[in-house]
């Protein structure tokens, strides 16, 4: 079984250019994250999808930020525009219990941006 | 809101020397708790979970961890490390009231040296 796959694997631009990082779930699993990992710390939550619909994006910074999981398998983070903060790794993470507290979210390799 | 504190941002061990690597979290209600790892240059994994029953819970490659309700710790253990452990490792919680967010600590960084 494929597991969540992220792309692009690294990315570093200029700022203020824009900057999308795409993520395929696990195939049924219905619930979708983005975490974002500062170097040094844990990451943190974004979004979080049920299906299509995003049910917690209170941590995703909408001025420049935002996310979509049309058809509610893949989905798409974009940065626009993109600042020297925004440089960290960008994780995507799937399960299939939903809003089951023992759910265990399954990684991707993630994102790492890099803001010049 | 919930937190979680990781008491040790960097470990090193010898092979063999036994770990525990401590994990505090602050949410007053029902929680389920985790352990994640993360070797270098692979995606994050689950390494144990605790939700009910027993407080000491078992994981891969050896490791347990043990979930003292009183004390708001879920420290992880192994009694003898191998080089292989060489990792970062995260602790996590997820309130059952606030169901499905994962909120993790900062992360302990372990070197074993061979």
């Known amino acids: 079984e494929a597991g969540v796959v992220q792309s692009p694997r690294y990315k570093i631009i200029e700022k203020k250019q824009p900057v999308a990082f795409w993520c395929n779930p696990i195939?049924?699993?219905?619930?979708l994250y983005w975490y974002l990992q500062n170097l040094g710390q844990g990451p943190e939550l974004l979004i979080r999808?049920?299906?299509?619909?995003?049910?917690?994006d209170s941590q995703l910074p909408k001025d420049r930020f935002s996310a979509e999981r049309l058809k509610g398998v893949d989905s798409t983070l974009k940065i626009q525009p993109a600042e020297l903060g925004d440089s960290a790794v960008y994780l995507c993470?799937?399960?299939?219990?939903?809003?089951?507290?023992?759910?265990?979210?399954?990684f991707g390799e993630g994102s790492r941006l890099t803001v010049l | 809101a919930q937190s979680v504190s990781q008491h040790n941002h960097h470990v090193i061990l010898s092979e063999a020397a036994s770990l525990e690597l401590g994990c505090n979290y602050s949410?007053?209600?029902?929680?389920?708790l985790f352990w994640y790892v993360q070797y270098p240059g692979q995606h994050l994994q689950l390494l144990l979970k605790?939700?009910?029953?027993?407080?000491l819970v078992k994981g891969i490659k050896g490791f347990e961890a043990e979930f003292i309700k009183s004390k708001f710790s879920f420290n992880l253990r192994k009694p003898s490390v191998q080089w292989s452990d060489t990792a970062e490792y995260f602790c996590?919680?997820?309130?059952?009231?606030?169901?499905?967010?994962?909120?993790f600590g900062q992360g302990t960084t372990l070197q074993v040296k061979p």
């Open positions: 949410y007053g209600g029902t929680v389920n």
């Open positions: 999808y049920e299906n299509e619909e995003a049910v917690d």
């Open positions: 195939s049924g699993h219905n619930t």
């Open positions: 993470a799937s399960s299939s219990s939903g809003s089951s507290p023992t759910g265990e979210l399954f």
């Open positions: 605790y939700f009910s029953g027993d407080p």
């Open positions: 996590a919680v997820k309130a059952a009231s606030n169901t499905g967010k994962l909120i």
